[in-house]
């Protein structure tokens, strides 16, 4: 991942961290980003901001051709089902610790 990509998914982290409350617009503005980190944690954020308001992008994100973003989108998606009592999910990736499709 270059600098200027890792300098974006940083500054998202931050924003949610830190309870921005234009987050969940930062992170849209990065579902069509050139890095697929960049996008994975787009839609972590959105997941975990709004998911039923992102369900849009969310979709969009789980047909990426990247499967690293497509899991955290598909994620999302069903831990916002869990959310709202449709069905049970996992919870995704916690911020202080790399998505759980890269650890190992």
Do not use: C
Request: no cysteine.
């Amino acid at each position: 991942m270059s600098d200027h990509h890792a300098v974006r998914r940083n500054a998202l982290i931050t924003l949610y961290k830190r309870g921005d409350p234009d987050v969940f617009e930062h992170a849209v503005s990065l579902v069509e980003d050139d890095s697929d980190r960049v996008r994975e944690w787009a839609a972590i954020v959105l997941g975990r901001v709004d998911t039923d308001r992102a369900r849009p992008e969310l979709r969009h994100l789980a047909a990426d051709d990247s499967d690293v973003v497509a899991r955290a989108a598909q994620s999302a998606l069903e831990d916002g089902a869990e959310d709202s009592g449709q069905g049970p999910a996992p919870r995704s990736a916690r911020f202080d610790q790399p998505p759980a499709s890269r650890r190992k």
